[in-house]
Nanobody
Framework: QLQLVESGGGSVHPGGSLTLSCRASGSTLSNYAIAWIRQAPGKEREGVSCVDIGDDIKMYEDSVKGRFTISTDNANNAVYLRIDSLQPADTGVYYC??????????????????????WGQGTQVTVSS
């Protein structure tokens, strides 16, 4: 059973940077796609980035391109999300989630859909001055 644990959230000023970590146990990540999903207060969950680990294919939601960078660490069975130029709109709980093989066709607002089989507990990111 794959288990995911996020860390690295915190309170930062606008313009700052954070690197979120998603550490996996119970299985190697080589057959999975790992996504980062955020949920801002009062808003729906939104997929912001995803990596197909086997093929190293990376996806970003349009609104975060150029500021978010997803990366993998096979030695530590982990996936990271670096967020640069943080904005108040980036505030929310950030989850990592996994599904077998490939990232979903698209990211963005998830609505009632859930294409992921495994979820972490989330890490809070707060951006304010």
């Amino acid at each position: 059973q794959l288990q995911l644990v996020e860390s690295g959230g915190g309170s930062v000023h606008p313009g700052g940077s954070l690197t979120l970590s998603c550490r996996a146990s119970g299985s190697t990540l080589s057959n999975y796609a790992i996504a980062w999903i955020r949920q801002a207060p009062g808003k729906e969950r939104e997929g912001v980035s995803c990596v197909d680990i086997g093929d190293d294919i990376k996806m970003y939601e349009d609104s975060v391109k150029g500021r978010f960078t997803i990366s993998t660490d096979n030695a530590n069975n982990a996936v990271y999300l670096r967020i640069d130029s943080l904005q108040p709109a980036d505030t929310g709980v950030y989850y990592c989630a996994a599904r077998l093989w490939n990232c979903p066709y698209s990211l963005g607002t998830m609505g009632t859909g859930n294409p992921y089989a495994y979820w972490g507990q989330g890490t809070q990111v707060t951006v304010s001055s």
